[in-house]
């Protein structure tokens, strides 16, 4: 048996597609362009590459873009004020401060400050306190990411047994509540837990988000088991150079697994769709509209 690939790029296509058509009906029916504010402190290879992505694809979806770049010794102060004149603007409905930020600035407090109904990262206590509560809520878009992935091999996720290994605010927490909003069983797991590829063993579904390369054996997996692994690792190789490998040891899981998402190719391209499936919702939200159909 070898596993089927989820292939997250083609499902972030099509959910970018339904996005793009939801901006226009909006824009046609309401006179509302949803607008995204990203905001870059200092100059993070990983994190400009990231910002162009989002860019490209916010205007390739209809809605407005603004970038806002600021120097890594930008003061606490103006950071935050940065962040309050995107509160104010009627123009921006989502406001995204790229993680991480240069040393010296507190992540907390610049969290804190957004508006929580512009929050499109879903970090702000208020969305994080109502997403735990089983609210309508702003969610974190890599979570939300992998839900819409597991949906396109089970449709209905009730009843069946999950394990999220990893407890990030980012990941591993928020994607326990969504999994548990869908009547998923949860298990939430980590580097503490006891006799880890036993509890993986009784899973159904299976979310790694640990941050370490290929953790997850194939042999921990129940034969038929759907991996969404959330992982981008590093790893050097004898040329000199690194690849990319998830949390799953990806071709041990292929032989045991019924589906399982690639690293690259997998999570990664459904963050940036879910963004602007935020910022749509957020935009609808802030102007009385019903929930769009994305």
Not at 3 to 31: P, Q, W
Not at 107 to 116: G, Q, S
Not at 234 to 249: C, E, F, S
Request: one cysteine or more.
């Amino acid at each position: 048996m070898t596993a089927s690939i989820i292939d997250g790029k083609v499902i972030a296509a099509d959910l970018r597609a339904r996005v793009a058509d939801e901006v226009a009906r909006v824009k046609r029916d309401h006179n509302l362009v949803p607008g995204l504010a990203v905001v870059l402190v200092g100059h993070d290879p990983a994190s400009e590459v990231y910002v162009r992505s989002k860019h490209k694809q916010t205007q390739a979806a209809g809605m407005a873009s603004f970038e806002h770049k600021l120097p890594a010794d930008v003061a606490q102060a103006d950071l935050l004020a940065l962040v309050a004149k995107l509160n104010r603007d009627p123009a921006v409905h989502g406001i995204l401060v790229q993680l991480p930020l240069p040393k010296g600035l507190d992540t907390e407090a610049v969290i804190n400050a957004i508006d929580p109904a512009k929050d499109v990262d879903g970090l702000h206590p208020n969305n994080a306190g109502r997403l735990a509560g089983g609210f309508q809520a702003l969610s974190p878009c890599t979570p939300l990411g992998c839900i819409i992935l597991t949906k396109s091999v089970h449709p209905s996720l009730e009843g069946m047994n999950a394990i999220v290994i990893g407890r990030s605010n980012l990941v591993g927490r928020p994607l326990v509540q969504l999994l548990l909003n869908e009547n998923a069983t949860v298990t939430i797991a980590h580097s503490r837990s006891r006799d880890l590829p036993a509890l993986v063993k009784q899973a159904d579904l299976v979310y790694a988000a640990v941050g370490r390369p290929e953790m997850v054996r194939g042999d921990w997996l129940k034969p038929g088991a759907t991996v969404i692994d959330v992982g981008i690792n590093r790893i050097p190789q004898d040329d000199g150079k690194t690849r990319l490998v998830g949390d799953v040891a990806y071709q041990e899981a292929l032989g045991v697994a019924g589906a399982v998402t690639p690293v690259p190719g997998g999570v990664g391209q459904m963050t940036v769709a879910c963004l602007l499936v935020n910022t749509l919702r957020a935009a609808c939200a802030i102007a009385g509209l019903p929930k769009p159909a994305v």
